[in-house]
Structure formats: structure tokens, C-alpha cells
């Protein structure tokens, strides 16, 4: 990989939008590259929209993603879909809510892993390094929880990559 | 947790840790984003850190730990400064033993602030040292140099980080601990006693520090100089570098780490080896001005660029002389007060007896915003109480006797007590009702402890300020404590009776924040625990 892949996560306050960054930039990081993960706290913990942005690669200079430069955008909340569609570059991949059916899920709070399941099947992590970055973000009574939402998230994202 | 392997840390944490592995025997600060995470995350890797009541107060304990010869940091975040102006001024004057760094967290484009302002302007005024870290590595590396540079000289210094330097995690290889100083007291009455006689000797002597510390600063590697294209030079602090590298990577860039007092002789000899010379900054054009006050040509940022953060686009628009209007984000969903918040029922009160609604900074400024738009004033910390008892005394009796100020028990703690002092001394002659919303804890950076909690940083037990009682202690004639419910009509009752009564109520509207209400009962429990705990190994020995 030799360029700084740019991934926007967007929600509402209380989602597990910063949460789902801190695992992404986790297992970012433990897999060798470079990372800076940026956000607005603040005001956001009042149901408010909260966006953060995680960059990644050989080098990483700005922790910020200017608009319409996301390679990816990974949203939380159906009502923030259109609001953070500007962030993504022509050709970058939307990761919107609706591909993952809450129901499938042992613990609906596990959305924001399930989402980044589907996000992981177009990045250069390995399986074993978003495990690891899920171990040492969360507490070990979500474990399962959350490792499974991540399959099922990547069970999607990989059908879907294969479609496209 | 604070060991030497490289590791992700926010700017914030990267702060704590440099400050532990700096020596630093007490942090202290008052809670305010983008600073709040410093003093928690020194505490959670084995710091001792302490919430203050204000910042004023925090300075001053950390004055008293460096006057004792150990090493002392304080966190605030911009508008924090303001209220430790005073002690931060004359603790320049006074100079320092151990260290004593004052980290301002500015939050440029006000993400979660009432103002935006540029706290480089404080070094200047005070005439303090200054660093600014432009990722984590660096504030973590320049808080040990922070410490380093106070104790060289004598000096509190200023390590001003802001909101993308603070909440941003990159990567930190920390170093090996260096041993702390043993606290020890030495008399030096002249020294710090600010009485005139000795402030003039004092304020010459500061000016000396400075002269050599910018003599210092031609040379300190925290000002670098990375060779790059003749055609274009950047000279830029803090993380407009990065964001600059990022826009102009051929660019030649003076990447300035100490910036205050300014390398003017390295700035000059930078400025002529390049054909144009641009210097990328945000908010106030502070290193433009101190650049071409020394006579040197250099470009600064359109007047447009002034307001807000600067990211990668923002740049390279600034070294296109692009000035054409930037596309915009659209709005998303603006914050509300949580569902079952005890302040619904008191702004809707508010609302529903039309009241004029002096108020204060928290989670509550949100009953500024519909459904209740029930707040006419918010500007800062504590000037609920005193700008309602301006109102109450010129406003014709009719609206006077409308006026209600509310206020958060963090804010209160914080700076409302002057407030009722002055509520009891002016008394207006239509009496006034102040609201104190007391949540228990300070909810809207993130529900730290405070002094009116009863809980230390840590959450364990310790003394506590009741404010019913220390209204009745102060002289208010009418102390009301309100149990709030979900029910609206009683507490509305209240106030009505409150307002009629013309006398100086205190009402403290009590219901804990539903998002901190879990860790409270437990916090409340474990506390009770201890104590039974206690008694039993008493009786057992």
C-alpha cells in the first residue's frame, strides 16, 4: 500500500462512531502502518452528528480528511448518509447502514463492528489483527459479541465486493 | 500502560504520559475540551491529579507545587487562561523552582467553545515561553521539554496545543523516565513577594529571561528548518505543518516548535533564501505579525482564512491566493438534552412563564435551542448570577421580576459563588431567583468530579460543598432544594412563588445526569462500602 487510505466513519452521538475509529486505527496500526485518527468530541456525546476521520499508510501527515478526499465513508445512522455523502472522493466506496440487518446480530449495539466487518473486506488488514485491535479496545464481555458482528459485516462486505 | 514501547495516543494522552515520564508530582486544571482528557488519562497511568474548582485556582496550586521545588502541570482549555490570567502574570514575575507548564488547549473553529480565541497572544502578554507540538509525538517529547526549558530558566512556560493536536491519536515512542527533583522550600521573600519595591526588580529580570531564551531559540532544534524547493517557504507552527507538508510537499519549510520569544535572525535568514515566503497559521495572523513587525516580507493568510480550522484544502487555497467562496458541509443533526435530562422540566418552566433566562455554560445552553429557546444570554463560566442582577437592575419592575438566572453545580463551583456574595451585597430591589441545576458531576465534557460532588478525579470519597447550606451561610433569604421529576406543574409552581416573593431565592434543582447516574450510585456505593468495610476491621482489631 502506498498511499494514505482516508476512511471517514460517520453516526450520532451514543452510535459508537468514535469507538468503531478506535478499533480501525487500533488494527491499523498493529498491522505496521502509520495512523492518525481525528475527531470533534464536545458536544457530540448529546445525540448530535459525530464524524471521525482515520487515516492510514506509510506516512501520515494531516489528521484530517478534506472534503470529497474519503476513500471510504462508513455510516452509522440512515439520516447521515446524504449529509456526509460530499466526504467521499469520485469512486469511493460508501459502507451505508442498510447493508446490515440489526437482526442477525447477538447484540444490536455491535452495529458500528458489524459495519466495519464490511469495511474491512476492501482494506489490507488481516482478520487476525482486527481481532486484536477489538480485544484491546473493548472489554472482554463484548468480545463475542462483537466478533461476531464483525463476521456477519464481513461476510457482506465480501459478497458485495465480488458483485461490484 | 505507561510503558516505553511505541504506542497510539491522542495529543491529550500524549501529554499525561510525557508529564509522567517528565516527573511531574501534581497536575492539576479545571475540565474543558479539548484539555479534559489530559489530567484523567495522567491519573489512570499512575499520576496524582486533581480537578480544581477553576482554572485561577488550579494555576495557583500548581504556583505553590513549583515554588516547592517539584514539577507541576496545569490544563486548561483557551478561555480557561483568561480566568488564570492573573496568577499566570505574576507567577512570570515571581519566576519558579521546579517546573510549572500550562498547557492552553485552543479550539480553533470553536467545535465546542463560546469563542476563538488565540492564546499565543498569552505567551506575548505574559512574557512566558512558548511550545507548540504539531502531532502526538511532539506533545509528547515537548511537554519534557517543557519541563526542562521552566527549570532552565525559572519560568512557567506555555505549551499551547489545540483541538487537532489534542484528539488526534498517532503514534508516540515514549523515552525512559527521568527522575523527578526533591521538593524541598527555600525563603526568597524579595523574590516572590509582588509588592511594588520588589515587582520592578522582578519584571526586569523577566525581560532578561527572555532576551536569552531568544537567543535560545536561533538554535533549539525544536525550530527546524526542512530544505526543500527555493521557489516556495513555509514558515508554520503546530499542525498547520502537517496540513501544510501534506499541500506543498516540495515546498522549504522553517517548522517553528518554540514560538515565543520568536528565532527572528533564523525567521530572516529563512525568509531570504526562498523567492516567496508564506506563513500558514490559524486563527490570528500572530506569526505573520511578529515577522513583518521585524521587517520582513512575508505572505499571510487571506482575512477569510482566520475563521476556523485550516486542513490540507484550506492550504493549498492560501498558496493559490484562492479566495473564492469553499464548498461547505452541509448541517448535521445539532445536539439536544438527553431524553429523561432533568433540565427539560426546568426550561420548559421557563418557557412556559416567559421568563428572561440569564445563563451559563453546559450541557443546559442547550435550552437555548428549540423545543424550549428558553436562555437569553450564555457567555461565560458563572456570569449567570451577575449579568441577571444587572438585568434585575434596570429593567422596569414588571420585566425585572422576570429574571431568572441558571446555572450548572460545575459552573457554580467554578465561579457562580462571587455571584450570590454580590446578589447579597447589590441586592436588587425586586429580589432575584437564581436556578443552580445541579446534575452532580460536570456533564458536558464528559462528567468529571468536582468540588460539589464529594469525589476526587479518581471518584473517591472526599469533602463536599452543599450549596443549600452555603447559601443559607451566605444570607440568601429563601434556600429551596427541588427534587426534579419528570412532572413539570410543581417545579413551575415553585418558581412562580419564587418570583412573586421578590426576595433572593436559591432554588438547587437536583437530578442526577442520566448518563452519569449508573457510575454515580456506584461510586455512592462503593464509598458506602468502604466505610462499613472500615468500621468492621476496627471492631475486628
Not at chain 1, 57 to 85: H, K, T, W, Y
Not at chain 2, 116 to 127: P, S
Not at chain 2, 207 to 216: C, D, F, G, H, I
Not at chain 2, 275 to 304: H, T
Request: proline share 6%.
Amino acid at each position: 500500500m502506498k498511499k494514505t487510505v482516508n476512511v471517514v466513519i460517520a453516526g450520532l452521538g451514543g452510535q459508537g462512531v468514535i469507538k468503531a475509529s478506535d478499533i480501525l486505527s487500533e488494527a491499523a496500526f498493529r498491522s505496521g502502518f502509520e495512523v492518525k485518527k481525528s475527531e470533534i468530541h464536545g458536544m457530540s456525546q448529546r445525540g448530535g452528528s459525530v464524524t471521525s476521520d482515520v487515516r492510514f499508510g506509510p506516512q501520515v501527515l494531516s489528521p484530517m480528511i478534506s472534503l470529497g478526499e474519503a476513500d471510504f465513508l462508513v455510516v452509522l445512522a440512515p439520516d447521515q448518509v446524504e449529509v456526509n455523502r460530499g466526504q467521499l472522493r469520485a469512486g469511493g466506496v460508501l459502507i451505508a447502514p442498510d447493508l446490515i440487518d440489526p437482526a442477525k446480530l447477538s447484540n444490536r449495539k455491535s452495529f458500528n463492528v458489524a459495519l466495519l466487518g464490511a469495511l474491512s473486506a476492501h482494506l489490507e488488514i488481516s482478520e487476525k489483527k482486527w481481532r486484536s485491535a477489538m480485544h484491546a479496545v473493548l472489554p472482554e464481555k463484548l468480545h463475542a459479541a462483537n466478533e461476531q458482528a464483525f463476521a456477519a459485516g464481513r461476510q457482506v462486505g465480501l459478497s458485495n465486493k465480488l458483485k461490484s | 500502560m505507561s510503558s516505553t514501547e511505541r504506542q497510539l495516543l491522542s495529543g491529550d494522552n500524549a501529554i499525561a504520559l510525557g508529564a509522567l515520564h517528565g516527573g511531574v508530582a501534581l497536575g492539576t486544571g479545571y475540565p474543558g475540551t479539548p484539555s479534559t482528557e489530559i489530567l484523567e488519562y495522567f491519573s489512570h497511568i499512575g499520576g496524582k491529579g486533581q480537578w480544581s474548582p477553576n482554572e485561577k485556582v488550579a494555576l495557583e496550586v500548581g504556583i505553590g507545587v513549583a515554588y516547592g521545588g517539584a514539577r507541576a502541570l496545569v490544563t486548561m482549555k483557551h478561555v480557561g487562561l483568561n480566568v488564570a490570567a492573573d496568577p499566570f502574570f505574576s507567577a512570570a514575575h515571581t519566576g519558579v523552582v521546579g517546573a510549572l507548564v500550562v498547557v492552553s488547549a485552543d479550539d480553533p473553529g470553536m467545535a465546542s467553545s463560546q469563542n476563538e480565541q488565540d492564546n499565543r497572544r498569552y505567551a506575548v502578554a505574559a512574557a512566558v515561553p512558548m511550545l507548540e507540538p504539531s502531532d502526538s509525538q511532539e506533545a509528547y517529547d515537548f511537554t519534557l521539554a517543557a519541563i526542562e526549558i521552566s527549570e532552565r530558566w525559572k519560568i512557567p512556560v506555555l505549551l499551547r496545543v489545540t483541538t487537532r493536536v489534542c484528539h488526534t491519536q498517532a503514534p508516540v515512542q515514549p523515552r525512559a523516565a527521568v527522575p523527578p527533583p526533591q521538593p524541598h522550600f527555600e525563603h526568597d521573600l524579595r523574590g516572590r513577594n509582588l509588592i511594588p519595591a520588589n515587582a520592578r526588580p522582578a519584571h526586569r529580570r523577566l525581560r532578561q529571561k527572555l532576551s536569552e531564551m531568544a537567543e535560545w531559540s536561533e538554535t533549539t532544534p525544536l525550530n527546524q528548518i526542512i530544505p526543500g524547493s527555493k521557489k516556495l517557504g513555509i514558515i508554520t507552527s503546530g499542525v498547520c505543518f502537517m496540513h501544510a507538508r501534506e499541500a506543498a510537499p516540495d515546498a522549504s519549510f522553517l517548522k517553528l516548535g518554540f514560538t515565543h520569544p520568536l528565532p527572528l535572525k533564523k525567521i530572516a535568514k529563512f525568509v531570504r533564501s526562498v523567492e516567496r515566503c508564506v506563513v500558514i497559521e490559524e486563527n490570528d495572523p500572530y506569526l505573520a505579525d511578529a515577522i513583518r513587525a521585524a521587517g520582513l516580507k512575508v505572505e499571510s493568510k487571506p482575512e477569510m482564512f482566520r475563521f476556523g480550522e485550516l486542513n490540507v484544502d484550506r492550504v493549498r487555497r492560501i498558496l493559490a491566493h484562492d479566495i473564492s467562496p469553499e464548498p461547505t458541509r452541509p448541517p448535521g443533526k445539532p445536539p439536544e438534552l438527553c431524553d429523561g435530562c432533568g433540565h427539560h422540566v426546568v426550561f420548559q418552566a421557563l418557557k412556559n412563564l416567559d421568563c428572561i433566562v440569564a445563563g451559563d455554560i453546559g450541557c443546559y445552553a442547550l435550552g437555548v435551542l428549540p423545543p424550549y429557546s428558553a436562555m437569553d444570554c450564555c457567555v461565560c463560566m458563572g456570569s449567570s448570577i451577575p449579568i441577571g442582577l444587572g438585568l434585575r437592575h434596570v429593567l422596569p419592575p414588571a420585566e425585572a421580576k422576570r429574571v431568572v438566572s441558571v446555572i450548572g453545580d460545575s459552573t457554580f463551583v467554578h465561579s457562580g459563588m462571587t455571584g450570590l456574595a454580590e446578589m447579597i451585597y447589590n441586592r436588587p430591589p425586586t429580589g432575584h431567583v437564581v436556578v443552580i441545576l445541579d446534575n452532580s458531576t460536570t456533564a458536558m465534557t464528559g462528567h468529571q468530579e468536582h468540588p460539589g460532588t464529594g469525589r476526587m478525579l479518581d471518584h473517591s470519597a472526599t469533602g463536599k460543598v452543599i450549596y443549600e447550606n452555603l447559601g443559607k451561610t451566605l444570607g440568601i433569604e429563601d434556600v429551596r432544594v427541588f427534587p426534579l421529576g419528570k412532572d413539570c406543574a410543581e417545579f413551575q409552581k415553585l418558581l412562580v412563588e419564587a418570583l412573586a416573593s421578590e426576595k433572593l431565592v436559591l432554588i438547587v434543582a437536583r437530578r442526577l445526569c442520566i448518563l452519569a447516574a449508573k457510575s454515580i450510585r456506584e461510586y455512592e456505593n462503593r464509598d458506602k462500602c468502604a466505610t462499613c468495610c472500615t468500621a468492621q476491621e476496627v471492631l475486628v482489631s
